[in-house]
Structures are given as structure tokens and as C-alpha cells.
């Protein structure tokens, strides 16, 4: 049941599932002490059979704004070694570069940095 009280020039909204002035205190959550919520992520590029190294180096400065030789430094580790992490930083960043990168067709993870 859901009530209007009127006290003078003011209407207070009722409500049973709230109690006014009674508050609860929740215990902590429990979590890993060990893991950081500022420790870093990484993005990371897997090399696929479709895109060319040519337009990955373009992906690579256009979105990342690395310089050319930098850019084709990081396709080479894709395509040699199948992967390279070409960011690092907050979880929140690495999430939309990861997003990004999808858009331009890239394979790309994002994942916490192993310390």
C-alpha cells in the first residue's frame, strides 16, 4: 500500500518497503587483497588469415597514432609471432581500444597484465 500524507505545506510519499530512518550496514565483500583494481590491461592483436599487413600498420597509426615504423614493428610481431600487445593501461581503455579494433576487423583481447 502506497500513501500521500499531507503535514502542512508538505506531502511526504509512504512507501512499505521503505523505512525511514533505519538504515543496515552490509558487511564488506570479500575479494582477493592480492588483485589490485588499478593493476593494468592490455590489449592484444592476434594475427588472422584475412587482413593485410599493410592495412594493419594502417590500422595501428590511424587509431593508435603510432609512428610508421613503430606501427610496422607491431604488424611484424602479429604476423611472425602470431600476437602482440599493442596497449596498455586501464581496464576501461583497453575495453574500447579492444571495441575499436573489432571495428576495423582486427582480432583483438583485452586482458589483465601478469605480474
Known amino acids: 500500500m502506497i500513501t500521500w500524507r499531507g503535514l502542512g505545506s508538505e506531502t511526504v510519499f509512504v512507501s512499505p518497503l521503505l523505512s525511514v530512518g533505519e538504515t543496515e ?4 565483500a570479500d575479494f582477493d587483497e592480492a588483485v589490485s583494481l588499478d593493476s593494468p590491461w592490455q590489449v ?11 592495412f594493419v600498420t594502417y590500422v595501428f597509426r590511424s ?11 607491431l604488424m611484424l610481431a602479429v604476423h611472425e609471432e602470431g600476437k602482440a600487445v599493442v596497449f596498455t593501461g586501464s581496464r576501461e581503455e583497453a575495453e574500447q581500444h579492444t571495441s575499436a579494433l573489432h571495428g576495423w576487423g582486427l582480432w583483438a583481447t583485452f ?4 605480474v
Do not use: I, Y
Open 44 to 54: 592484444v592483436v592476434w594475427n588472422d588469415p584475412v587482413n593485410l599487413m599493410s
Open 25 to 28: 550496514t552490509l558487511p564488506r
Open 111 to 114: 586482458e589483465r597484465v601478469e
Open 63 to 73: 587509431h593508435f597514432g603510432f609512428s610508421t615504423e613503430k606501427a610496422q614493428r
